[in-house]
């Protein structure tokens, strides 16, 4: 009897059938069914494994020690991690091929290795290279070693054999279980080798940190039971034209999700962005431009509105957004019409955000309204000033989350004014000195206030 059992799954969801679709009956996806050889010999390591399990015991007798975490070497990493490294935590770390995965990663590993025991799997490079971006970096290590291999069961050798504090899998699409038949990168080997990987760090209490690839959508490649089975899952974004970096957590089970740390890629390597708020803001009181503060996780921003308005040579005005959902600003744009008064349907609209920072948060609604009505009138908003307010489809301005840390952040800047909803009588007398602040409750009452010119009505030739 053969000792081989054959199966299909889909490498877009992962899901499993018994025979081949030409699409996946899962997520509809064409193509993307592969054949892959299983061994039978997994029901023997299973019938091992729940012999030599743990056994239970009382909740209470479970040690409730406060985690000792150490740090990555960059202050804005371990924001994002939630304070640090925990020990027996697996991390993910994902981004576009080129982004500086390996470079962050080679970095951290250096700075940790100055004080814990250290091991660097590459699987995608051999160790003379590695040593050639090393020596780029410039960086200084002390107990940290370095391991080529992409076979499974010898990394896992090596890591046992090293049993160090921090070990780093690079990459882990390149890493393949002998087991399995199927090639290196499939759905199985991913789900295999990071189930293998995840249960020798919780067993022994290593902190794993593995990189994953993206695929052309800028998801996690591999399934997303991946996703899952880590702890922490981080995206390391950017582009081509900037040289800034944004590490933003998407899950963290010892942290809060969407932090972000802001690093700027250099010849010599990564350094960390120690205020951010300053790279997207220019301070500038120009028509078309408003400051608003937003949130990232537990961080406030504050982030330059860009609008320009202009009228339209279309049969269907023009809507464009940087950094902004445009969903968001067509809803801005009805409201605007309803309680302001002004047709901005014979208009183009473009919005951007400074330095295309993408922003969530909804009380960046207020902003985005005054720098479209700015623009629209050519009157620049009261000067250094920022506005912070989500916009109610009833022409309200609604309250915004994290209103003290927002307020504390445009008095650190050195902000003059601030716009924003009603506030608590406790907030507003601990600020009441060190900026000015407006509460105002509709949409009309902010454009009143932030624009010199009172006249709003719109006269086309």
Same mark, same amino acid.
């Given at each position: 009897m053969s000792s081989k059992l054959s199966t299909f799954i889909c490498q877009n969801c992962g899901s499993e059938t018994s025979q081949y679709f030409g699409k996946c009956l899962n997520c509809n996806s064409w193509n993307s069914i592969v054949e892959e050889i299983k061994s039978k010999n997994s029901k023997y390591k299973e019938i091992n494994d729940i012999k030599n399990s743990k056994k239970s015991i009382p909740f209470n007798e479970i040690s409730s020690k406060k985690i000792s975490r150490f740090t990555s070497g960059f202050r804005e990493f371990d924001r994002v991690l939630g304070g640090g490294i925990v020990p027996g935590s697996v991390v993910l770390l994902g981004g576009e091929p080129g982004i500086g995965k390996s470079t962050i990663v080679l970095q951290s590993a250096g700075k940790i290795s100055l004080n814990e025991k250290v091991l660097y799997i590459t699987?995608?490079?051999?160790?003379?290279?590695? /040593? =050639?971006?090393?020596?780029?970096?410039?960086?200084?290590?002390?107990?940290? /070693?370095?391991?080529?291999?992409?076979n499974l069961s010898l990394i896992i050798e090596e890591i046992k054999r090293v049993n160090p504090c921090f070990a780093i899998i690079d990459s882990i699409q390149a890493i393949h279980n002998n087991e399995m038949q199927s090639s290196p990168?499939?759905?199985?080997?991913?789900?295999?080798?990071?189930?293998?990987?995840?249960?020798?760090? +919780? $067993?022994?209490?290593?902190?794993?940190?593995?990189?994953?690839?993206?695929? +052309? $959508?800028?998801?996690?490649? %591999?399934? /997303?039971?991946?996703?899952?089975?880590? $702890?922490?899952?981080?995206?390391?974004? %950017?582009?081509? =034209?900037?040289?800034?970096?944004?590490?933003?957590?998407? /899950?963290?089970?010892?942290?809060?999700?969407?932090? =972000? %740390?802001?690093?700027?890629?250099?010849e010599e390597g990564l350094r960390e962005i120690k205020n951010p708020s300053s790279i997207f803001t220019n301070k500038e009181n120009i028509a078309g431009v408003t400051t608003t503060i937003t949130?990232?996780?537990?961080?406030?921003?504050?982030? $330059?509105?860009?609008?320009?308005?202009? +009228?339209?040579?279309?049969?269907?005005?023009?809507?464009?957004?940087? %950094?902004i959902s445009i969903n968001r600003l067509h809803q801005i744009l009805a409201v605007i019409e309803k309680h302001v008064g002004i047709k901005l349907s014979e208009f183009d609209c473009y919005i951007a955000t400074g330095g295309g920072f993408e922003i969530n948060d909804p009380s960046s609604d207020l902003g985005v309204a005054i720098s479209i009505l700015s623009s629209l009138k050519n009157i620049p908003p009261l000067a250094n000033s920022s506005f912070i307010g989500e916009l109610g489809l009833s022409g309200q301005v609604r309250k915004s989350n994290n209103l003290r840390k927002k307020i504390e952040e445009a008095v650190r800047l050195g902000i003059k004014n601030i716009v924003v909803p009603k506030l608590e009588e406790e907030i507003n007398n601990n600020f009441q000195n060190l900026i000015n602040i407006k509460e105002i409750s509709n949409i009309k009452e902010a454009v009143d206030y932030s624009l010199t010119d009172k006249k709003l009505e719109v006269h086309i030739d």
């Open positions: 699987a995608e490079e051999s160790l003379e290279q590695v /040593k =050639i971006r090393w020596e780029r970096l410039n960086q200084n290590s002390i107990d940290l /070693k370095i391991f080529a291999e992409t990168g499939s759905v199985s080997q991913v789900r295999a080798c990071s189930s293998e990987l995840q249960n020798l760090a +919780k $067993d022994n209490n290593i902190a794993l940190l593995i990189i994953g690839h993206v695929t +052309k $959508d800028g998801a996690l490649a %591999g399934p /997303k039971t991946l996703e899952h089975l880590v $702890d922490t899952v981080i995206n390391f974004e %950017g582009d081509n =034209i900037s040289s800034h970096r944004l590490l933003r957590s998407i /899950k963290n089970r010892f942290g809060s999700t969407f932090e =972000i %740390g802001i690093f700027e890629m250099l949130n990232e996780g537990t961080r406030p921003l504050a982030v $330059d509105i860009q609008a320009l308005v202009n +009228k339209t040579f279309y049969s269907n005005p023009r809507r464009t957004t940087t %950094g």
